[in-house]
């Protein structure tokens, strides 16, 4: 019975201690109200992460034709200008195609022109003796039937050679006409529409030649903008081709650099454009660099860039802000940072606009005085 008794008192109390446990134990996912607290751990400033760009996001470069790399003329770390070239296919196709296309204008346009000049005078002289031969030849046959006919009457030819006579007329008539026609289109000025036809084949064989030239251009891949070479990601002999996903060479204008900051939901109607920031990173001491916010993102948008820090939500909304820096010297693209954007001057502007009662009077901080903000690493982008 007292053994009873004892595993009794021993199971009550592990529930006990159980059930106190969860209620000390600290929450993994904090609500909203303890992730404002802690994002705006200051009133005069906003922290955040992001990662270093160039002036321009990177720019994936690709090939528009399905031909294979012959040469590739830039190596990661060049420097490079609008218009370079950065890789050549083989064009042997591409310029067979060109030459077809080529001959097939120029035998267009010679046919444009032999309409609109008309037939030569050698070609009108031979028609002209054609018809008189056949006009000659019929006029003959003609009074052969006529004698023929008369005969008949006194029964001194057969049906027979009149019929033969009369079909060697209606032939040589018809021939005669023919050659009457041959003769006025010879003469005559091309029609309006055999010269639009004409001016057709000419445009249509011209567009073929400048999509064959087109193409052949598209076998230099040349550099769309003036920056630096950040990825090679292709080789010699490789099949590149237009729909692949994989860009063949990635650029970035990094003369200038800035950093794309990502600011919790919370703090996102405390940014504005002219705010200092400065900027840190884990692997250095101090500043790594200054600089001043020159864009805000329209909207606020699901977040890119997560962290391993408790609280970090997968759930959570941010508005990105792009920084211009002030001699940040040679960062590498993609460095992920800490950013603190300094609010004090809106700070000051809104609590001099703020009214002094009302139902916003009484309304206590967000954010508990002398609060202290952790800075967190981001993943690289």
């Not at 607290?37 to 470069?61: C, D, L, P």
């Not at 010679?110 to 056949?134: F, M, P, S, W």
């Not at 002030?326 to 809104?350: N, W």
Request: hydrophobic residues 45%; charged residues 25%; aromatic residues 2%.
């Amino acid at each position: 019975m007292k053994k009873l008794n004892t595993i009794v008192a021993i199971a009550i109390a592990l529930v006990v201690a159980v059930i106190v446990a969860r209620q000390f134990r600290p929450s993994t996912l904090p609500d909203r109200s303890a992730a404002l607290r802690q994002t705006s751990s200051s009133t005069e400033r906003v922290a955040a992460s992001g990662w270093i760009e160039g002036r321009t996001s990177n720019v994936e470069v690709r090939a528009r034709l399905a031909e294979q790399i012959e040469e590739i003329l830039v190596k990661e770390g060049d420097w490079v200008s609008k218009g370079q070239p950065l890789v050549t296919l083989d064009a042997s196709v591409r310029v067979l195609e060109q030459q077809l296309a080529r001959a097939e204008l120029a035998q267009a346009q010679a046919k444009l022109e032999q309409l609109e000049n008309g037939a030569r005078t050698t070609e009108i002289d031979v028609a002209r003796h054609e018809l008189a031969a056949r006009s000659a030849e019929l006029d003959g046959v003609r009074k052969g039937l006529e004698r023929i006919q008369v005969l008949r009457a006194s029964n001194a030819a057969s049906q027979q050679a009149y019929d033969e006579e009369f079909a060697r007329f209606k032939t040589l008539e018809g021939l005669v006409a023919a050659a009457q026609n041959r003769l006025a289109t010879l003469a005559d000025p091309p029609r309006q529409d055999e010269r639009s036809a004409a001016q057709a084949m000419v445009e249509a064989a011209a567009s073929r030649l400048s999509l064959a030239e087109v193409n052949l251009r598209r076998t230099r891949i040349v550099s769309p903008l003036d920056g630096r070479v950040m990825r090679v990601q292709c080789e010699v002999g490789e099949l590149a081709r237009a729909d692949s996903s994989d860009p063949l060479v990635i650029l970035a204008d990094t003369r200038q650099l800035r950093v794309v900051a990502e600011v919790d939901e919370f703090d996102a109607l405390r940014v504005a454009i002219g705010q200092p920031a400065i900027i840190t990173v884990d692997s250095v001491e101090g500043i790594l660099a200054r600089g001043v916010v020159i864009d805000l993102e329209p909207q606020v948008g699901q977040k890119l860039l997560f962290t391993s820090q408790r609280g970090d939500r997968l759930d959570s909304f941010s508005r990105r802000v792009w920084i211009a820096l002030d001699q940040a010297g040679d960062l590498p693209v993609g460095l992920p940072v800490d950013v603190v954007l300094s609010t004090a001057e809106q700070h000051r502007r809104s609590s001099q606009s703020a009214p002094a009662s009302g139902p916003l009077a009484d309304t206590p901080p967000a954010t508990a005085p002398g609060a202290q903000y952790i800075n967190t690493q981001r993943e690289s982008p």
